[in-house]
């Protein structure tokens, strides 16, 4: 067995032939590249049983060989990879089960009758790679590059594989992450953590690719350095998949929570106060606040526009087009790698990060909610929507956080300030007036809002 971690990196058919060429990748090619054309067949049972036991069992076939692999899936954040892989050699184009042992079959198939494995789907096409080697201080780096183009098919529907595979073969994960931020700085590069297999199963099933990573387990506990880390990690992994998903099927909704996980990201990054001093997180803010800012009113517009529903999908392959959301995905997972956020902080600011989140959490909810001041708004509703972004750090860590919280009717209190920051947000009439009066004041009876704010 060999751990493998990788990330795999969405591309256009130019942007594989400008990779094969680029500066960067050709001064630290230590082999050259070598072209192998890979066959694939993957192997489940009819009911998908080893899909659900999140492991992928392939046959290849490279040139006169022939190779057994079964990967685990592992652990998959923000499109950085890790999983474990094992490989049999075999003598011919046929499916090993006896290899299939224990120590690397899950437990929660040991009662499958391995003879039920069946053909699924394949993923045929041609691979370039190289090894691609430097020095990162004192430490060497080798990684092999891949660029591949090609298709996974099933039946007769198929899907294009066309994206650059960064593998670690020695040094540390950071610097997969800081190559492919090198790289993505001029070339629309976009994190995408759908394994092959993932895509085959997509087609084979167009539900079963998950769009959210599962939610961190978050204690009161906990630091606050770890939980933001974890919540961030979540936001952004989502965001990815969420693209990668609307970039497949062009569904609005998905566009709208893609949205939606950016929106809770910023306010995540803007709620730390001196635990993330503005300097360590401005790049980030203001690549978020573009991206928002294009993106907000036409999800907006689109909640009562067929014809802006219809027309996203060209535009969002526009953006994909282009470096920037690839390029703020990848600066992003480097900045949570390294924890950037604590960089130079002072010592107020050191006790914060360490501060544990039960009794952090509680005092910045205290501060926001009282900052709002829902009786001025009741009186002047006009002025609410300046208080969007303030609901926003309320709202995501109400969302992601609350259940960490000892105080009661939380559910109900992420509910209502939901309702009515929905309501800051709608264009004005009497009637809305009217309706962010009732909703301050509904907000403000609840028991929560009443003990955060006392």
Request: glycine share 6%; aromatic share 8%; with cysteine.
């Amino acid at each position: 067995m060999q751990k493998e971690t990788e990330i795999k990196l969405r591309a256009s058919r130019e942007t594989l032939l400008a990779l094969r060429d680029h500066p960067l990748l050709k001064k630290r090619n230590k082999s050259g590249w070598q072209r192998h054309e890979l066959f694939n067949q993957y192997f489940d049972t009819p009911a998908r049983e080893l899909a659900q036991a999140e492991v992928a069992l392939r046959l290849r076939r490279d040139g006169e060989q022939f190779i057994q692999t079964l990967k685990s899936r592992g652990q998959s954040v923000a499109g950085l990879s890790e999983r474990n892989e094992w490989d049999w050699y075999l003598d011919k184009a046929k499916l090993d089960t006896k290899k299939l042992t224990d120590d690397c079959w899950p437990t929660s198939l040991a009662e499958l009758d391995k003879k039920t494995l069946k053909p699924i789907f394949t993923t045929d096409f041609v691979r370039e790679k190289a090894e691609i080697a430097w020095g990162r201080g004192k430490a060497k780096v080798v990684i092999e590059a891949a660029l591949d183009l090609g298709k996974v098919s099933v039946g007769k529907q198929s899907e294009e594989i066309c994206e650059l595979e960064l593998e670690l073969r020695q040094g540390e994960p950071e610097a997969l992450l800081e190559l492919a931020a090198e790289l993505a700085a001029d070339l629309a590069l976009m994190p995408c953590d759908i394994s092959k297999a993932e895509r085959g199963y997509r087609l084979y099933d167009t539900d079963s690719y998950s769009l959210s990573l599962p939610a961190p387990q978050l204690e009161a506990t906990m630091p606050l350095d770890d939980a933001f880390a974890a919540l961030a990690w979540q936001l952004l992994g989502n965001s990815q998949r969420l693209a990668e998903q609307y970039r497949f099927n062009g569904h609005w909704k998905l566009l709208a929570e893609w949205l939606q996980q950016l929106i809770e990201l910023r306010a995540l990054l803007s709620s730390l106060g001196q635990a993330a001093p503005r300097a360590t997180s401005r790049e980030l803010r203001e690549q978020l606040d573009a991206l928002i800012q294009d993106w907000r009113p036409r999800v907006d517009a689109g909640r009562d526009d067929e014809s802006v529903r219809q027309t996203a999908p060209e535009q969002f392959a526009a953006e994909l087009a282009e470096p920037r959301w690839g390029l703020f995905s990848l600066r992003a997972s480097l900045w949570l790698l390294r924890r950037g956020w604590t960089a130079e902080r002072n010592t107020r600011g050191n006790r914060q990060g360490a501060a544990e989140l039960g009794n952090w959490l509680p005092r910045l909810l205290g501060e926001e909610a009282e900052a709002l001041q829902l009786l001025r708004y009741q009186q002047q509703p006009e002025d609410l929507a300046e208080q969007r972004p303030r609901m926003e750090r309320l709202l995501v860590w109400l969302h992601l956080a609350r259940a960490t919280l000892e105080l009661p009717e939380a559910d109900r209190l992420y509910g209502e300030l939901g309702k009515l920051y929905e309501l800051a947000g709608q264009p004005l009439s009497d009637e809305l007036l009217d309706a962010r009066i009732e909703q301050a004041r509904v907000v403000s009876t609840v028991k929560t809002w009443k003990m955060l704010t006392k």
